[in-house]
């Protein structure tokens, strides 16, 4: 389905409205997460900041999209390192002319083979 199609019925609102409807966190390995995120429909383009925190609130990656026109965001998202198992948040951020207009947060865990959170 388009991303069009799924919107048509909803307006578009300004960048000061925009809100983040849905988080989905599926972590594939122990490098790669897959993100997706639901946006409000907006009038104007906005950025939106993704980042991933590790168990000691250390920043495993990020990634920031500039100029930003889709409400449907599915992203790969690459850690810097290995993940340790455990606790991990992401945070979401999104900006109209440098300013947060919304922000939320999912924590997820890393599970390994082996490990005693099986």
Known sequence: MSQ????????????DHVQIESVGVNPLDKRRVDVAVDLTPCLEEVSVEMVILGPDDDELTSILLVHNREWMLDKILHLREDAQPGAHVLH?????????????????WFVHPGSAED
């Open 92 to 108: 979401i951020g999104v900006f109209s002319e440098g300013e947060l207009v919304a922000h939320a947060a999912r924590r997820f």
């Open 4 to 15: 069009n199609m799924f919107f048509a019925e909803r307006s578009p609102v300004p960048p």
